[in-house]
């Protein structure tokens, strides 16, 4: 019976190393399975879903985290800012709606003298993608990382009350955490905020994320007629009455929903 030598052996062993996944594609099936779950999944999940042996998917999912592309919430994960980022970019924008919003957030800067906001969905928060505003800016604790809970600002509510799926999956994380005395904590208070939203077309947070800043911001709608971004005001508490500001954000949302139909 003829016999291997060791020259005859070591192609044998480089292509059966090269079809087992690797690193990367290892890390891959981490990342599907994470964008697949509903809610927080904890390692044993990851494993049984992918297949991947505990300490595998345990230091690969150390990697992720990282460099952001997990985040690990006590014993269970979910996909990392970055990725979601990522996501929502590719999923909210719309080819050429820069150069088709500008103009209309000029308009209402011009028309309300407060800070502009463009916002679209980033996970389980909303992400300020353009920004107006003047030397008297009011502050807000989302400066200088442009992000904010969904549950308790006026882009947030937009968002989730037009986009079903969004909606479903903060109900299903569960849990609204409280930034201000006036915060919405309760699932029947925000379903019923929502339903008004739906309604009248605009959303209200009055001090609901930063004190002493009151926010109104109503939907923009891309080809297809769904919620792709959320244009927003926040003013002082003390400034003009929200309805009145409402009245302007919500004509801009319109104009600029019209504006990227026909883009």
Known sequence: MPTRTAS???PLDLVRAATQPGSLERGIDLLIALGAAT?????????????LP???????????????LAT???????????????????????PGSR?????????????????????????????????????????????GRDRAPLHCTATGKTLLAFDPKLRQELLARGGFERMTRRTITSLAA???????????????????????????????????GRVCMSVG?????????????????????QAISAALLGA
Not at 245 to 252: D, E, M, N, P, Y
């Open 8 to 10: 005859q052996e070591q």
């Open 39 to 51: 809610r927080p999944v904890t390692l044993s999940q990851l494993c049984r879903s992918t297949g």
């Open 54 to 68: 505990k300490s595998t998917a345990h230091r690969l999912l150390g990697v992720l985290c990282s460099r952001e």
């Open 72 to 94: 690990r919430t006590g014993n269970a994960y979910l996909p990392g800012e970055l990725l979601e980022s990522m996501a929502a970019s590719a999923r909210t924008r719309v």
């Open 99 to 143: 150069r088709a919003v500008l103009p209309y957030l000029l308009y209402l800067y011009e028309t309300t003298r407060q800070t502009v906001n463009l916002a679209v969905p980033a996970g389980l928060e909303t992400r300020y993608v353009e920004r107006l505003y003047g030397h008297n800016r009011v502050g807000s604790r989302s400066d």
């Open 190 to 224: 925000l379903e019923r905020e929502l339903a008004q939203v739906r309604r009248h077309g605009v959303a209200y947070a009055q001090e609901e994320y930063t004190e002493g800043v009151a926010c109104v911001a109503a939907p923009v709608f891309g080809p297809g």
């Open 233 to 253: 005001v926040a003013a002082p508490a003390s400034a003009a009455p929200l309805a009145k500001l409402g009245i302007s954000v919500r004509g801009a949302a």
